[in-house]
């Protein structure tokens, strides 16, 4: 998220060589007095008592040995060793050692000192090595990946050099190697490190970044930003881990797996292996390079000079192939690949990695001499055949460019004008792509990127119907995301390190700059879910690196698209960002074409704030609520929740009201976006679907994996199988984005009083919907009435089976206060097989915004994948829900709600 620019008129070039950023962030640290102040003191965690160093190597499956535990850590100024969390960053480890109290916790943060960003750090750890690997030809050490610059020291002999957050190291220790090894790293901060805006009720939001921007590559928001704090650290560190490679000499490079269909037909698919093999020996050797998996087996016998690098294609074929498709549209199935290369018999290298076959299209709009606004069918494998500097604005702040001179358009694809122009579309084995999901900030303030800390929140997604996710900046740039992208079916629109052209600074050192894209694109191309290579956030890429990132894209990747802009290129502007009093807006407002960024806020439940709140600071609203993102521009939110709602009590009044403005907001933006289905819309992200920290500000869910009404709102938005009614013209809609057509339903609308009462009914049957789109069914011509009522769309098949039920509260005047004036209600639960409930509620009044929970011993089982949440159910009804969670043990059922006292 940034600063609003105006849209690119013709000869854009020009204005984007006069673009002057501005954003330097602070230049003076806060006054004292303005300072964020808590009702709480601080808590000071017990030292941690310094552990002996047990350093292992522990062998993986692609043969590369990691360097685990044992890992220590000192400052730069001080003699002191401290046990180091590797990978992980510096705060990582001084939080660890309890020498500092966890920032995520009220007002924590503030009392790490800002300094940690601001000198060197040294790691080291040992290393023992077998006579085994003491034998091998060749050593090396590899680094995924350290924050921000690094010297690699062993036994005393410097290695060499590590420059950026983003780029591998990778050293031959093969003449210093001994029995028993020291390594030593010694990390060099930030130059630019900045000041952080520290947000309060008299501060605000402050502005986004600041000078950090100048170092990228690097994590630039954690200087700061309107959604997470200044890190005190700025995340510098071993952040990847630290790997020994053993070989005879022999070496492969950076492999490329591009498989390629013969679209439309997905019978099969050709498979292309290219890599290379760098030869250490003193002599020539021939080397047989092989690559095999599941369906295919390729291998070719080269000849490698000494001291030489080759490269090396491999082909093959896939009869049949299983296909990677998103979420929602098939399976992420994905296929394991060996690679070897054998010198005499004996494997010197080898590699494991997971490729899908798929293949990416894109619809957009680009102009030709004298024929402007040609659509065209863009198979990346056309090389980098746009003008991205000559842009013709098309109205609503969207622009096309111009394909480059000498392209002729009449050797391209082109498609036949529709209502899709001029926005994106992404198509995936040649099936349009309806994308929905949201924005990544970053993965974790304190960059945990285990897996088993991360994967819950990639189930959260996809339960949620979700199939995009946007690295915005490309702040989660580590294995481990890309390949959860893969295997949940999350398409990554993918961003490089700048953030708002004009706005924030420009990175001083292009060449460094270009050497972690290289790196990134040759790293992880090869995983299927990248769908989109973008610049930065929200502006076109200097004119010194539009060029070459371009280029890098084209000749390193080849299958993906280069998209110049965030947002205006072939998309809508990005935004807003703050609550609509109206949801109707959503619909007659924002929805059209591609957005990548729409949010509203999301405050988390009562449960979840009292984790990361002291209870002095949950009640009234202060200072700590607003260091964790409660923005001044939530004033209008506020007021709109009093309004709607009436004046909150206390902590959980306000949240168990703010949980039915988020499920309402949350649901309109995606339901806007699914009103106009390929007439006009093809993609919406939140701002943001992911928290890098405890907010109260835009996520779907809480840090802590709890689902609250943002969640349960999108995800009833993105069933695959959809019924909703606009709110701006109450059209009755059958939203279909699974890949098969589906006949012979029927769509019920009934309307209900509060007490159950029918006010007014309507029904269509055999409504049949083709794959991939959406059909109005009818328009909801409910009469007028007074107070609140319940309009439930309910959607079932042949057999009467209801498909999905969806509730809309609706006011008859400006507020729904009458649901303050309705009687507690007590539900009752039935457990039922296979993590099934019976839902009732015995009741004569609606039972409002049910919202279950699943306890283990007195905690909250996190995450516990519920199929619906803040639902309704009227008098005597009952209702089936189901329930997914990890671990086992006894589980208990708990509710919560507007007017709801338990279950039992």
Same mark, same amino acid.
């Given at each position: 998220?940034?600063?609003?620019l105006?849209?690119?008129?013709?000869g854009?070039?020009?204005?984007?060589?006069?673009?002057?950023?501005?954003?330097?962030?602070?230049?003076?640290?806060?006054?004292p007095?303005d300072?964020?102040?808590?009702?709480?003191?601080?808590?000071?965690?017990?030292?941690?008592?310094?552990?002996? !160093?047990?350093?292992?190597?522990d %062998?993986?499956?692609?043969?590369?040995?990691?360097?685990?535990?044992?890992?220590?850590?000192?400052a730069?100024?001080?003699?002191?060793?401290?046990?180091?969390?590797? =990978?992980?960053?510096?705060?990582?480890?001084?939080?660890? /050692?309890?020498?500092?109290?966890?920032?995520?916790?009220?007002?924590?943060?503030?009392v790490?000192?800002?300094d940690?960003?601001?000198?060197?750090?040294?790691?080291r750890?040992?290393?023992?090595?077998t006579?085994?690997?003491?034998?091998?030809?060749?050593?090396?050490?590899?680094?995924?990946?350290?924050?921000?610059?690094?010297?690699?020291?062993?036994?005393?002999?410097?290695?060499?050099?590590?420059d950026?957050?983003?780029?591998?190291?990778?050293?031959d220790?093969?003449?210093?190697?001994?029995?028993?090894?020291?390594?030593?790293?010694?990390?060099?901060?930030?130059?630019?490190?900045?000041?952080?805006?520290?947000?309060?009720?008299?501060?605000?939001? &402050?502005?986004?970044?600041?000078?950090?921007?100048?170092?990228?590559?690097?994590?630039?928001?954690?200087?700061?930003?309107?959604?997470? =704090?200044?890190?005190?650290?700025?995340?510098?560190? @071993?952040?990847?881990?630290?790997?020994?490679?053993?070989?005879?000499?022999?070496? %492969?490079?950076?492999?490329?797996?591009?498989?390629?269909?013969?679209?439309?037909?997905?019978?099969?698919?050709?498979?292309?292996?290219?890599?290379?093999?760098?030869?250490?020996l003193?002599?020539?050797?021939?080397?047989?390079?092989?690559?095999?998996?599941? &369906?295919?087996?390729?291998?070719?016998?080269?000849?490698?000079?000494?001291?030489?690098?080759?490269?090396?294609?491999?082909?093959?074929?896939?009869?049949? !192939?299983?296909?990677?498709?998103?979420? &929602?549209?098939?399976?992420?199935?994905?296929?394991?690949?060996?690679?070897?290369?054998?010198?005499?018999?004996?494997?010197?290298?080898?590699?494991? $990695?997971?490729?899908?076959?798929?293949?990416?299209?894109?619809?957009?709009?680009?102009?030709?001499? +004298?024929r402007? &606004?040609?659509?065209?069918?863009?198979?990346?494998?056309?090389?980098?055949?746009?003008?991205?500097?000559l842009?013709?604005?098309?109205?609503?702040?969207?622009?096309?460019?111009?394909?480059?001179?000498?392209?002729?358009?009449?050797?391209?694809?082109?498609?036949?004008?529709?209502?899709?122009? !001029?926005?994106?579309?992404?198509?995936v084995?040649g099936?349009?792509?309806?994308?929905?999901?949201?924005?990544?900030?970053?993965?974790?303030?304190?960059?945990?990127t285990?897996?088993?800390?991360?994967?819950?929140?990639?189930?959260?997604?996809?339960?949620?119907?979700?199939?995009?996710?946007?690295?915005?900046t490309?702040e989660?740039?580590?294995?481990?995301f890309?390949?959860?992208?893969?295997?949940?079916?999350?398409l990554?629109?993918?961003?490089?390190?700048?953030?708002?052209?004009?706005?924030?600074?420009?990175?001083?050192?292009?060449?460094?700059?270009?050497?972690?894209?290289?790196?990134?694109?040759?790293?992880?191309?090869?995983?299927?879910? @990248?769908?989109?290579w973008? =610049?930065?956030?929200?502006?076109?890429?200097?004119?010194?690196?539009e060029?070459?990132?371009?280029?890098?894209?084209?000749?390193?990747d080849?299958?993906?698209?280069?998209?110049?802009?965030?947002?205006?290129?072939? $998309?809508?502007?990005?935004?807003?960002?703050?609550?609509f009093?109206?949801?109707?807006?959503?619909?007659?407002?924002?929805?059209?074409?591609?957005?990548?960024?729409?949010?509203?806020?999301?405050?988390?439940?009562?449960?979840?704030?009292?984790?990361?709140?002291?209870?002095?600071?949950?009640?009234?609203?202060?200072?700590?609520?607003?260091?964790?993102d409660?923005?001044?521009?939530?004033?209008?939110?506020?007021?709109?929740?009093?309004?709607?709602?009436?004046?909150?009590?206390?902590?959980? /009044?306000?949240?168990?009201?703010?949980?039915?403005?988020?499920?309402?907001?949350?649901?309109?933006?995606?339901?806007?976006?699914?009103?106009?289905?390929?007439?006009?819309?093809?993609?919406?992200?939140?701002?943001?679907?992911?928290?890098?920290?405890?907010?109260?500000?835009?996520?779907?869910?809480?840090?802590?994996?709890?689902?609250?009404g943002?969640w349960?709102?999108?995800?009833?938005?993105?069933?695959?199988?959809?019924?909703?009614?606009?709110?701006?013209d109450?059209?009755?809609?059958?939203?279909?984005?699974?890949?098969?057509?589906?006949p012979?339903?029927?769509?019920?609308?009934?309307?209900?009083?509060?007490? +159950?009462?029918?006010?007014?009914?309507?029904?269509?049957?055999?409504v049949?919907?083709?794959?991939?789109?959406?059909?109005p069914?009818?328009?909801a011509?409910?009469?007028?009435?007074?107070?609140?009522?319940l309009?439930?769309?309910?959607l079932?098949?042949?057999?009467?089976?209801?498909?999905?039920?969806?509730?809309?509260?609706?006011?008859?005047?400006? /507020?729904?206060?009458?649901?303050?004036?309705?009687?507690?209600?007590?539900?009752?639960?039935?457990?039922?097989?296979?993590?099934?409930?019976?839902?009732?509620? !015995?009741?004569?009044v609606?039972?409002?915004?049910?919202?279950?929970?699943?306890?283990?011993?007195?905690?909250?089982?996190?995450?516990?994948?519920?199929?619906?949440?803040?639902?309704?159910?009227?008098?005597?009804?009952?209702? @089936?829900?189901?329930?997914?969670? /990890?671990?086992?043990?006894?589980?208990?059922?708990?509710?919560?709600?507007?007017?709801?006292? +338990?279950i039992?």
């Amino acid at each position: 998220m940034g600063m609003t620019l105006m849209a690119c008129p013709l000869g854009a070039q020009e204005r984007h060589r006069q673009q002057v950023s501005s954003n330097f962030g602070l230049t003076v640290p806060h006054d004292p007095a303005d300072l964020p102040v808590s009702r709480a003191a601080v808590v000071w965690p017990e030292r941690s008592p310094k552990q002996v !160093p047990a350093p292992r190597l522990d %062998l993986q499956e692609d043969g590369t040995w990691l360097l685990a535990g044992g890992w220590e850590l000192r400052a730069g100024d001080s003699d002191e060793w401290l046990d180091a969390v590797v =990978p992980g960053t510096v705060l990582t480890s001084l939080v660890a /050692d309890g020498i500092y109290p966890d920032p995520h916790y009220g007002l924590n943060n503030l009392v790490i000192p800002e300094d940690l960003c601001r000198k060197d750090w040294w790691y080291r750890t040992e290393l023992s090595l077998t006579d085994g690997l003491l034998a091998k030809e060749k050593l090396e050490l590899l680094f995924n990946g350290i924050n921000y610059r690094a010297e690699v020291w062993l036994n005393g002999g410097k290695l060499g050099r590590i420059d950026g957050a983003f780029v591998r190291g990778r050293f031959d220790i093969t003449a210093l190697a001994r029995k028993e090894n020291l390594v030593e790293v010694h990390i060099f901060p930030p130059a630019n490190p900045g000041i952080p805006h520290e947000q309060s009720a008299r501060t605000g939001r &402050g502005p986004n970044g600041g000078v950090l921007c100048l170092d990228g590559p690097t994590f630039i928001s954690s200087e700061g930003w309107d959604w997470v =704090p200044g890190v005190r650290d700025r995340n510098i560190g @071993i952040w990847q881990d630290v790997r020994l490679i053993a070989s005879d000499g022999l070496t %492969l490079g950076d492999t490329r797996v591009v498989t390629d269909l013969p679209l439309p037909s997905t019978e099969y698919a050709d498979l292309t292996v290219r890599t290379s093999v760098t030869n250490s020996l003193e002599h020539a050797a021939p080397v047989t390079v092989r690559a095999a998996g599941d &369906g295919f087996m390729a291998e070719t016998l080269v000849k490698v000079p000494a001291g030489a690098t080759v490269p090396v294609e491999l082909h093959a074929r896939m009869d049949h !192939p299983a296909l990677w498709m998103p979420n &929602g549209y098939g399976e992420p199935n994905l296929y394991d690949l060996s690679l070897a290369c054998t010198v005499d018999g004996r494997v010197s290298d080898r590699q494991s $990695l997971r490729f899908g076959v798929r293949e990416f299209t894109y619809e957009l709009t680009a102009d030709a001499p +004298g024929r402007p &606004g040609l659509r065209i069918g863009y198979d990346p494998a056309l090389g980098a055949i746009f003008n991205n500097r000559l842009l013709r604005g098309v109205g609503g702040g969207v622009s096309v460019p111009s394909l480059k001179e000498g392209v002729n358009p009449d050797r391209l694809p082109l498609l036949e004008p529709d209502a899709m122009a !001029p926005y994106l579309v992404i198509r995936v084995n040649g099936v349009r792509i309806f994308c929905r999901g949201g924005n990544w900030g970053m993965d974790d303030m304190l960059k945990n990127t285990a897996r088993e800390h991360l994967e819950p929140y990639f189930k959260l997604h996809r339960a949620a119907g979700f199939n995009m996710v946007r690295n915005w900046t490309g702040e989660n740039t580590e294995e481990v995301f890309y390949t959860l992208c893969d295997e949940y079916g999350l398409l990554v629109w993918n961003d490089f390190w700048m953030s708002t052209e004009g706005y924030n600074l420009q990175p001083v050192d292009e060449n460094l700059f270009m050497a972690n894209a290289a790196d990134v694109v040759r790293r992880f191309r090869n995983h299927p879910s @990248i769908a989109v290579w973008c =610049p930065r956030n929200e502006g076109y890429a200097p004119e010194s690196l539009e060029a070459r990132l371009s280029a890098l894209i084209a000749k390193e990747d080849g299958t993906r698209l280069y998209l110049p802009n965030s947002r205006d290129c072939n $998309l809508r502007p990005s935004g807003p960002w703050h609550y609509f009093t109206d949801p109707a807006r959503y619909y007659t407002e924002t929805a059209a074409g591609f957005n990548t960024e729409l949010g509203s806020p999301s405050v988390p439940t009562a449960r979840s704030m009292r984790k990361f709140l002291p209870e002095a600071d949950l009640w009234p609203i202060g200072d700590a609520w607003h260091y964790h993102d409660l923005h001044p521009e939530t004033k209008v939110f506020r007021e709109s929740l009093e309004r709607l709602y009436g004046p909150a009590t206390g902590l959980d /009044d306000f949240c168990r009201k703010a949980q039915l403005m988020g499920y309402d907001s949350y649901r309109a933006m995606f339901e806007s976006w699914n009103s106009r289905l390929w007439d006009n819309t093809s993609g919406v992200l939140l701002w943001m679907s992911h928290p890098a920290w405890p907010s109260v500000e835009w996520q779907s869910y809480s840090w802590d994996g709890e689902t609250m009404g943002s969640w349960f709102g999108s995800k009833k938005a993105c069933t695959p199988l959809h019924v909703q009614m606009n709110l701006h013209d109450r059209k009755v809609v059958l939203v279909n984005t699974i890949p098969s057509d589906t006949p012979d339903l029927t769509v019920e609308l009934t309307v209900t009083d509060l007490s +159950g009462k029918v006010l007014y009914r309507r029904f269509d049957r055999k409504v049949s919907v083709e794959a991939n789109s959406s059909i109005p069914v009818f328009t909801a011509d409910i009469p007028s009435f007074e107070g609140v009522v319940l309009a439930r769309l309910r959607l079932l098949d042949m057999d009467s089976k209801v498909l999905e039920i969806n509730d809309y509260l609706l006011s008859g005047g400006d /507020d729904f206060l009458p649901l303050n004036d309705l009687p507690s209600v007590t539900l009752k639960a039935r457990r039922l097989r296979d993590g099934r409930y019976e839902i009732s509620n !015995p009741s004569r009044v609606l039972a409002v915004g049910v919202k279950l929970n699943l306890m283990r011993g007195g905690e909250q089982v996190l995450p516990a994948l519920f199929s619906d949440g803040y639902f309704h159910l009227l008098p005597r009804e009952k209702r @089936i829900i189901d329930v997914e969670y /990890d671990g086992g043990g006894v589980v208990t059922l708990s509710a919560e709600g507007y007017n709801i006292d +338990g279950i039992r």
